[in-house]
T-cell receptor, first 109, second 115 residues
Framework: RKEVEQDPGPFNVPEGATVAFNCTYS??????FFWYRQDCRKEPKLLMS???SGNEDGRFTAQLNRASQYISLLIRDSKLSDSATYLC??????????FGAGTTVTVRA | DTAVSQTPKYLVTQMGNDKSIKCEQN?????MYWYKQDSKKFLKIMFS???????INETVPNRFSPKSPDKAHLNLHINSLELGDSAVYFC??????????????FGPGTRLTVL
């Protein structure tokens, strides 16, 4: 079983729509959780950390469910510039991050 | 004033050749990493260095040898290149070691194609 699994999508949504997707992780001892964003042929960049209580950053909301071992990301009022691949990232131990293969989101005009 | 830089950006070479990729960070970070992103888009850790010392070596073939001359530089040398080495290689850095809570900053990647 992969350490981090994501629905690859693609999620094709119109501008202004809400889109949400999850990822699951296998190691129950994982302590840190993130969403990174990767544009086509670019490097990954941190979008937001995910905290136990859930957190929001503008139009982006992240949730963590430790019992079911999944993390979610919700994007409200989608913009064209939100089109990207969203990588779910889990801190496996103190030294190592494990990356999912990404969920592709395409926002159309 | 690029934070993490890599050279070259593209590398096309024949099977069996030896090549190097260079990475430099000007963020003052203690920890640097090499990742490989294959055609299926999985980003996998290869190596991690903290203050020039190798900390993580994720069962990477011996043909891959990282070198860190100082904590701002982490180079990757690959011997006897194989077709399966074709991928995008990302260098990254983070502030502290021993905490996976720290943001990792990635370089622009080196797209390696082995013919």
């Amino acid at each position: 079983r992969k350490e981090v699994e994501q629905d690859p999508g693609p999620f094709n949504v119109p501008e202004g729509a809400t889109v949400a997707f999850n990822c699951t992780y296998s190691n129950s001892a994982s302590q840190s959780f993130f969403w990174y964003r990767q544009d086509c042929r670019k490097e990954p960049k941190l979008l937001m950390s995910v905290y136990s209580s859930g957190n929001e950053d503008g139009r982006f909301t992240a949730q963590l469910n430790r019992a079911s071992q999944y993390i979610s990301l919700l994007i409200r009022d989608s913009k064209l510039s939100d089109s990207a691949t969203y990588l779910c990232v889990v801190g496996i131990n103190d030294y190592k991050l494990s990356f999912g293969a990404g969920t592709t989101v395409t926002v159309r005009a | 004033d690029t934070a993490v830089s890599q050279t070259p950006k593209y590398l096309v070479t024949q099977m069996g050749n030896d090549k190097s990729i260079k990475c430099e960070q000007n963020l003052g970070h203690d920890t640097m990493y090499w990742y490989k992103q294959d055609s299926k888009k999985f980003l996998k850790i290869m190596f991690s260095y903290n203050n020039k010392e190798l900390i993580i070596n994720e069962t990477v073939p011996n043909r891959f040898s990282p070198k860190s001359p100082d904590k701002a530089h982490l180079n990757l040398h690959i011997n006897s290149l194989e077709l399966g080495d074709s991928a995008v290689y990302f260098c990254a850095s983070s502030q502290d070691f021993g905490s996976s809570y720290n943001e990792q900053f990635f370089g622009p990647g080196t797209r390696l194609t082995v013919l």
